[in-house]
């Protein structure tokens, strides 16, 4: 309480214009009291006028007073002056030298918080009130302070600057319009400057237009770079799993032909070491009855020749049987050596195969996408339901004559991977184990094929058989040909040697649906409902063939019949 005691006298004896303790304090006749210095610059300042007014009350004087020396005012400064209050303490509204200064203010001048463009002076808070209170001030325009008030003056004229040349594009003062810029174009400056800030605004929002057009680009950018790492993640874990299960099914097969191989090695084996057996017996045999038979030939009297038994031959009669024998069980193991021999080039093509899919394929793919239902580029003309597909569906029977030589046709529409060998292979696929059908594709057609394992269903140009480059095609891995392999984890369908994966349900049967005069290409799911693989769409430009591959053993796959299933009549 005592401290805000003190702070009141401080205050109450302070100049109103410097704000300091008052020095030599004079009364002037309203009774308000002042620095006579203060009052004395201030009343400088106002004779031009010839008009003098109290800086707190505005009360108005004439002609200039002169000012009372206040004695008891100024003992009692005196006195707070001696207990040590000396200086009022530091006050943020102080200018400092960054700060635009009170052009009013006399002493320690205070910030200004406005500047008049038209009195071209910045004011603080008190001594901007008149601009605000009285009406002759109401239409000076108030900025920002600024210590650039005089720039606005005409250095020619001293006037104030609030013309604009359009010809020689500057500002001007009114007398510069009428003597060296008289004729000129010329506008206030206020309408150039809303001019001006009308195509700034417009600029500007142009501007932010474009920053938030790049901003949706960037955050699109961010959220392809989360989807191409997802993407890539996925594809990898994958492409890991594919692999780790092609190298398990390479041991399984590895491990069982070699059982395969050590099987048969010891059953030949142990045959061979009986026939072995008994081939040394007959020789001891034999060499004994040789023997006997010399002995006899060496006796020199005819006589006792004729006298010595002749002794039975042993295996005289057996011998011609034996050999028979022997012949037979040659020619089996021949017939064993050469199925070995078959085994190991079967082994041999499997790793031709497998080294030409990894360098010439899979070094090369491009990975476009890992989608749950269908590619985003799928042309919505490919989308049908089952009835419509139906409409179009085709009856295609298989060309034997295309067969790889380990598969087998039956009723020109089924394919079986067999062991049996064809000799005839001029016209057939030999690194893999696919057939095409006879029947040439040119409109719009649908088939389906169902397999009982893994499979591939493909459609390529019908010129590959009739130019003699069929035997080393691989569907989807050339130009010529597009694939959908149907595996149990997932689909893959190749065209050029990029290859796509396709996440989806297995199903055993897929529907091929071709527009070839709108070149579109489209792979479905059939199952109890009809799901949408992949749809290509391009420009084919000659007839197709559909084809079948297949993988392993045993697997088998056929164009099903569809005619029994359509509703509706045949266009």
Not at 3 to 30: G, K, M, Y
């Amino acid at each position: 309480m005592a401290q805000q005691a003190v702070q009141l006298d401080r205050e109450t004896f302070s100049c109103s214009i410097c704000l300091d303790l008052l020095t030599d304090p004079v009364t002037i006749p309203c009774g308000h009291s002042y620095c006579f210095e203060c009052i004395k610059t201030h009343w400088d300042q106002e004779d031009q006028k010839r008009v003098h007014s109290c800086p707190q009350c505005r009360k108005t004087f004439i002609p200039r007073p002169v000012p009372e020396k206040n004695t008891m005012l100024g003992a009692l400064v005196e006195q707070l002056k001696k207990t040590g209050l000396q200086d009022a303490p530091a006050d943020h509204r102080y200018a400092g030298p960054e700060d635009v200064a009170c052009d009013f203010c006399t002493g320690r001048k205070l910030k200004a918080i406005k500047s008049c463009l038209v009195c071209l002076a910045s004011y603080c808070e008190k001594h901007l009130q008149p601009h605000y209170d009285s009406a002759t001030f109401k239409k000076h325009k108030l900025v920002e302070p600024s210590k650039n008030l005089q720039e606005n003056i005409c250095s020619e004229h001293g006037k104030v600057i609030d013309i604009f040349c359009h010809k020689d594009k500057k500002c001007i003062c009114y007398l510069c319009s009428v003597d060296e810029h008289k004729g000129h174009n010329t506008v206030s400056a206020a309408a150039e400057r809303a001019e001006r800030q009308k195509e700034l605004e417009e600029r500007r929002g142009n501007i932010q237009k474009r920053i938030q057009d790049k901003e949706k680009d960037v955050e699109e950018q961010k959220e392809k770079v989360v989807f191409i790492n997802c993407s890539a993640d996925e594809s990898v874990e994958l492409c890991e799993k594919i692999f780790m299960d092609l190298i398990h099914l390479i041991q399984r097969k590895s491990s069982a032909i070699k059982n395969y191989i050590k099987s048969e090695q010891e059953t030949e084996v142990c045959k061979a070491e009986d026939e072995q057996k008994k081939l040394e017996q007959e020789i001891v045999e034999l060499k004994r009855e040789d023997a006997e038979l010399e002995q006899l030939l060496d006796t020199e009297d005819d006589i006792q020749f004729l006298k010595k038994d002749i002794p039975e031959p042993r295996y005289f009669f057996k011998m011609p049987r034996l050999s028979l024998l022997n012949n037979e069980q040659r020619i089996s193991a021949f017939h064993k050596i050469w199925l070995l021999n078959d085994v190991k080039a079967a082994v041999s093509e499997a790793h031709s195969t497998v080294e030409q899919i990894v360098t010439n394929m899979w070094m090369e793919i491009s990975l476009k996408e890992i989608d749950s239902e269908a590619s985003s580029s799928t042309p919505t003309e490919g989308l049908m339901d089952r009835d419509e597909l139906l409409k179009y569906s085709q009856e295609l029977t298989l060309d034997p004559k295309t067969a790889n030589r380990y598969l087998s046709v039956t009723r020109n529409r089924a394919v079986k991977e067999d062991k049996e060998q064809f000799k005839d292979k001029s016209e057939r696929f030999a690194d893999c184990c696919q057939v095409l059908s006879k029947d040439s594709l040119t409109g719009c057609s649908y088939w389906e094929v169902k397999s009982s394992g893994r499979f591939t269903v493909a459609v390529e140009y019908k010129d590959i058989r009739e130019t003699g480059r069929l035997c080393y095609h691989t569907f989807g891995l050339n130009e010529n040909s597009w694939s959908l392999e149907c595996c149990k984890l997932m689909y893959v369908f190749r065209h050029n040697k990029t290859l796509t994966l396709i996440s989806a349900p297995h199903s055993a049967t897929i529907g091929v649906f071709l527009d070839h005069r709108a070149g579109i290409l489209s792979f479905y799911s059939v199952s109890k409902t009809t799901t949408l693989l992949h749809t290509v769409q391009t420009r084919f430009t000659q007839p197709l063939l559909a084809g079948i591959r297949l993988y392993e053993t045993g697997d088998s796959a056929e164009f099903c019949q569809l005619r029994e299933l359509r509703r509706f009549p045949e266009f």
